[in-house]
């Protein structure tokens, strides 16, 4: 095992050193550099993601026999660029054009190759060029011209006879400044297409006094670079958007997606981390023998994802005798919560609310409150429920966190166990619900009485309703009210054991107001129910002047245990008399005998024999009607079980007698001054 790890590891270095210096190799910039300036300290250092690809700093002689550069006088006057002689390696070069004279001057630099292998050269790659340049003080005639274009040509090899190219170039920028004596420097790119593997530059002067101090051509990489377990080679940055590079890891590790790593590379040269190789869960990096490798976590720790970092140890009320878990194992009685990870705590259930109290609210509900336990586990979402159990069950909708609830809807006079459970957010994994809860019995009081149904009008003349049972507690009397609206009602108290009520109907009804309602409702000792629905006791209030104008009204509706009514709506038309017109209650008039064409001593006539007909009506009414109340006294007074029909009187009145014929006789109530 030894020996195969030394194998292993040397493999693995090879490797390295093998993809690192290949990929240098490949990408070295022409070889045409002089020797002497590669090595002087004076040449700048290139940043990491730069590739140069050609630089006047690296050679002795521009121009002339021994220079690499080509000068072109375009218009063979003996004016063209020049060398400037300065320090070693940084040459210059500069035209300078004479007055008057129109000039067409180029210098072309040597091929230049892109330098890029042939399994990399998948993707066009973007050259940047570099030009640092000084425009002189004397170009201030008006023939000077202070500017110059910068061209490229794109070529797979060096070309004899360039200089015969030079409508060929292309244009990639102007270089021009108002300021001279001031050193200037620009930066143009173009995109280079797979097909092409170098180039040429070129500058063209028309009539400037320029001088050119560097003129840098390169590209930007993703350099070599080992990250962690992962190894990467040296990439061209693309020239928009990302690039994903493969990468190989190192002996026992494996990506998050178990496929090749890969690191992403940007157009600046920038790796950015995509994926890459890690420990599997339960093991952790370690330096072994001076190769990064991965080892199984010891007893007691554990790692849960794919990382290069350390194992940890196992969170509290956890543990483990394994190597290489990726989670502890809770201990008994604890647990973690569904959305709770391996890095969480094990936690228990709460313990039992303490002190539960119970307060009856009228009888339907009850006030429970508690104090906490005395345990929450170790966790910081302690919630309670409360239930009700007996006759119904009543228990809450949603989690409780204050220490008291209000349970309604229970059946007064009932016996119930009101339970209080305390929960969090582990105790749905716990079946041992008893331990965690605390009941007490109680017993519900009185409640306001049921609201009175089905109260009915009798021949326009009794009010009956069914009597109220006990359930919700003992009936202690009931109240009746007429009334036109809530301005005007009359309440009249009643025992408890009365169900039908006369009313006297100077003393009971409203003194205003059409038509006249009824309503009933009960008490217990808590206080009144609701009042029942509105009925109809008179459609016309015979305490109210007869009105010639048409009645509108709507029937008011009775808001819960209270005596507010709503205001029945009267409209009434005035009546104003005159000469010849009277008005109605519709908006076309009545027309007159002349306009009918009917004689007036017809309609005399016929207006008197409909009052005799109504008088006889009437009259055969009265007589039926007071035959027939004879009859259903006498009958209710030998066969039923009714009382006596007695008008209870809110002031207290006398009680009635019975004359010889059995006739009930209703005293009406003494004046109260």
């Known amino acids: 095992e030894y020996s195969e790890s030394i194998t292993m590891a040397v493999g693995m270095l090879a490797l390295v050193v093998n993809l690192v210096m290949l990929k240098f190799v490949i990408s070295e910039a022409p070889g045409d550099t002089d020797v002497y300036c590669k090595e002087i300290s004076s040449i700048p250092d290139y940043a990491e993601t730069v590739k140069p690809l050609m630089d006047s700093f690296g050679y002795l002689n521009l121009l002339g026999n021994d220079g690499v550069w080509t000068a072109v006088d375009g218009d063979d006057d003996g004016h063209t660029w020049l060398p400037v002689a300065g320090e070693p390696c940084q040459e210059k070069v500069k035209v300078k054009e004479p007055k008057n004279v129109p000039q067409t001057n180029w210098i072309i630099t040597q091929y230049i190759s892109k330098s890029i292998s042939e399994e990399d050269n998948i993707y066009p790659t973007n050259i940047h060029v570099n030009i640092t340049y000084l425009f002189d003080s004397d170009c201030a005639d008006v023939s000077c011209h202070p500017s110059f274009h910068l061209n490229y040509l794109f070529a797979n090899e060096s070309i004899n006879g360039i200089e015969n190219m ?80 493969a990468g190989v890891c190192v002996a026992n590790s494996n990506t998050s997606i178990r496929q090749d790593p890969n690191l992403s590379l940007n157009p600046d040269g920038i790796w950015t981390l995509a994926d890459e190789c890690f420990c599997i869960e339960g093991h952790e990096p370690i330096l072994i023998e001076g190769i990064k490798q991965c080892q199984a976590c010891s007893p007691d720790h554990y790692k849960s994802e794919h990382s290069n970092t350390n194992c940890l140890s196992c969170p509290d009320n956890s543990g483990s005798s394994a190597h290489g878990v990726s989670i502890c194992n809770c201990e008994n009685g604890h647990y973690r919560a569904q959305d709770e990870t391996a890095e969480d705590a094990c936690t228990e259930p709460p313990s039992a609310p303490r002190l539960v109290t119970s307060v009856d609210v009228k009888g339907t509900a009850q006030n429970v409150s508690w104090k906490a336990p005395n345990s929450d586990g170790g966790r910081d ?293």
């Open 381 to 673: 979402d302690l919630f309670y429920n409360v239930a009700a159990y007996g006759i119904n069950t009543v228990r809450n909708d949603q989690p409780i966190t204050d220490t008291s609830y209000l349970l309604e809807g229970l059946i007064p006079l009932s016996l119930y166990l009101v339970v209080v459970t305390a929960e969090n957010g582990v105790s749905d994994q716990d079946g041992n619900v008893d331990q965690r809860s605390v009941s007490r019995t109680v017993f519900t009081e009185e409640a306001v009485a049921a609201q009175v149904e089905n109260v009915k009008v009798l021949y326009d003349i009794f009010v009956e309703w069914p009597l109220l049972t006990d359930d919700r507690g003992e009936i202690t009397m009931y109240e009746i009210m007429f009334y036109s609206d809530k301005s005007n009602g009359t309440i009249i108290e009643l025992d408890d054991e009365t169900s039908v009520y006369e009313p006297n109907v100077t003393d009971d009804f409203p003194m205003t107001g059409q038509p006249v309602y009824v309503i009933v409702r009960g008490f217990t000792s808590v206080g009144p129910g609701e009042w029942s629905e509105p009925k109809i006791f008179a459609e016309v209030n015979p305490l109210v002047p007869s009105m010639t104008a048409s009645l509108t009204y709507s029937t008011p509706s009775m808001s819960s245990s209270s005596s507010s009514i709503s205001t029945p709506v009267i409209i009434s038309s005035s009546t104003s008399t005159s000469k010849n017109t009277t008005a109605s209650a519709t908006a076309t008039p009545s027309p007159s005998n002349e306009d009918s064409g009917v004689s007036p001593l017809i309609s005399i006539f016929a207006v008197l024999g409909g009052v005799i007909i109504i008088l006889v009506i009437v009259t055969l009414l009265s007589v039926g009607f007071y035959i027939f109340r004879r009859i259903r006294l006498s009958r209710k007074k030998e066969d039923t079980d009714y009382a006596p029909l007695v008008k209870y009187d809110k002031h207290g009145g006398d009680t009635t007698d019975e004359d010889e014929g059995g006739r009930v006789k209703l005293d009406p109530p003494e004046n109260i001054d």
């Open 166 to 245: 030079l409508n060929d170039f292309v244009l990639l920028g102007n270089l021009s400044s108002e300021v001279t004596n001031t050193l200037q420097m620009a930066t143009q790119s173009f995109v280079i297409e797979t097909q092409h593997q170098g180039f040429y530059l070129a500058l063209h002067d028309s009539g400037a006094n320029v001088t050119v101090s560097r003129l840098f051509a390169y590209r930007l990489i993703g350099p070599a670079v080992q990250v962690n377990l992962t190894l990467y080679p040296e990439t061209p940055a693309p020239t928009s958007g990302n690039v994903n590079v």
